[in-house]
T-cell receptor, first 114, second 111 residues
C-alpha cells in the first residue's frame, strides 16, 4: 500500500502568490483531513471530509484558504494569496470511518512564504 | 475550544526508565483514545489506542491506562530507549470521526 501521498514535499513562494497542496488518500478510505503544524500552535485541524463532503471547516484560518475533494482519491488545499504567517507543515491524513478509525498521515508539505 | 489537555510539554528520561504522558479530556462523546508518535520530518503515526470499555491496553513496552470517571488516559513507555525519542500526541476521537489532538509531548531518552 502506497500510503497517503502529498505533493509537493517542499514549497517556497513569495507573499501574494497562490499555493496549491495536493493529497491522494489511501484507496478505500472515506475520510480525509487537512492539518497544519507549527511550533507555536502545534497540530491544528483545518478541515475534514467524510465521503468527499466537507464536514467541518471551522479550522480554516480565513477566506484565503480553500479545500476541495472532487473525488474519493484526490484533495487540494489552496492558499490565495499566501502570507508569511502561512509558513508551516501541512499534513493530509485519511481514515476509514466506521472501523478503528486509525488516521494515516502523509509525510507533509513544508510551505515557506517569503 | 480546548477539549484536550496534554502534559507534560517535554520529558527527559534516562535509558531504561519509565516515561509517562497524560491526557485529560472534557468531551464525554469521545469513543476512541489513541496515542500518536511523530519523528522529525515525518507525519504522526498511530502508536497504540484504546476503547472506553477497557481500562488498560498493553502492546510490548507501551501501555495505555484509561480512567473513564476521571476523563483521563495516559501513555506509559517501559524500558525507554533512545529510539523512543519523539513527540507524542493524544488524539481522542468523537462519534463524528473528528480527532482532537493534544499539544504534544517532546520525549528525549538519554543513553
Amino acid at each position: 500500500d502506497a500510503g497517503v501521498i502529498q505533493s509537493p514535499r517542499h514549497e517556497v513562494t513569495e507573499m501574494g502568490q497562490e499555493v496549491t497542496l495536493r493529497c491522494k488518500p489511501i484507496s478505500g478510505h472515506n475520510s480525509l483531513f487537512w492539518y497544519r503544524q507549527t511550533m507555536m500552535r502545534g497540530l491544528e485541524l483545518l478541515i475534514y471530509f467524510n465521503n468527499n463532503v466537507p464536514i467541518d471547516d471551522s479550522g480554516m484560518p480565513e477566506d484565503r484558504f480553500s479545500a476541495k475533494m472532487p473525488n474519493a482519491s484526490f484533495s487540494t488545499l489552496k492558499i490565495q494569496p499566501s502570507e508569511p504567517r502561512d509558513s508551516a507543515v501541512y499534513f493530509c491524513a485519511s481514515s476509514l470511518w466506521g472501523t478503528t478509525g486509525e488516521l494515516f498521515f502523509g509525510e507533509g508539505s513544508r510551505l515557506t512564504v517569503l | 475550544q480546548q477539549q484536550v489537555k496534554q502534559s507534560p510539554q517535554s520529558l527527559i528520561v534516562q535509558k531504561g526508565g519509565i516515561s509517562i504522558i497524560n491526557c485529560a479530556y472534557e468531551n464525554t462523546a469521545f469513543d476512541y483514545f489513541p496515542w500518536y508518535q511523530q519523528f522529525p520530518g515525518k507525519g504522526p503515526a498511530l502508536l497504540i489506542a484504546i476503547r472506553p470499555d477497557v481500562s488498560e491496553k498493553k502492546e510490548g513496552r507501551f501501555t495505555i491506562s484509561f480512567n473513564k470517571s476521571a476523563k483521563q488516559f495516559s501513555l506509559h513507555i517501559m524500558d525507554s530507549q533512545p529510539g523512543d525519542s519523539a513527540t507524542y500526541f493524544c488524539a481522542p476521537r468523537d462519534t463524528g470521526n473528528q480527532f482532537y489532538f493534544g499539544t504534544g509531548t517532546s520525549l528525549t531518552v538519554i543513553p
